[in-house]
């Protein structure tokens, strides 16, 4: 099955506290776009963001420059229906992140929780770092989360591959510079645990 009739299986048949994934909000991710003291209109684009609540507090916070990337339509759907008529202010994706057709040295936060680490092979890790790097502008941040070293070796029965945050700069290095680190561990809706690493990279 290919990438997107993965997910698009997996958003249409799992609720979300099915997916193990889930959180009512991304504390972490917050607190590290909060510690940035970004401009509210800064663009952010939140790359494989599904149906995930960052959007909602983004908007919460005041931002209003928002975009949402994901390869599943249903999930992207789902999180518009959530909103209601807040959704029709961000801009929705449906896309690859490392083809997807985004403007040049646009972004100010580029956001990702848990694409990264499922890019398991050096060509598609070159891919989506240098989107990335076009797609920012200079001076702007990257919030890379994926599983520490000591995280899940699979996640919804694919393979990852784990960071630490040192190895993550490593990877997007030299357009990235390391500015913060953070980790989290992440309890699932059944109560187990998953080791997240993040990395908060600048672009140069």
Known sequence: MDPQSHWEAVYRGKGERETSWFREHL????????????????????????????????????????SVLDLSESALAQARERLGAAGATVAWHVADVMNAALPDAHYGLWHDRAVFHFLVDDAARAAYVAQAARALRPGGHAIIATFAPDGPEKCSGLPVRRYAAAELAAAFAPAFRLVNQAREVHRTPWDSTQAFGYAVLQHR
Do not use: M
Request: no cysteine; aromatic share 2%.
């Open 27 to 66: 504390d972490t991710s917050l607190a590290l776009i909060d510690g940035l003291a970004l401009d509210r209109a800064t663009p952010v684009i939140d790359v494989g963001g599904g149906r995930s609540t960052l959007v909602d507090d983004l908007l919460a916070r005041g931002y209003t420059d928002l």
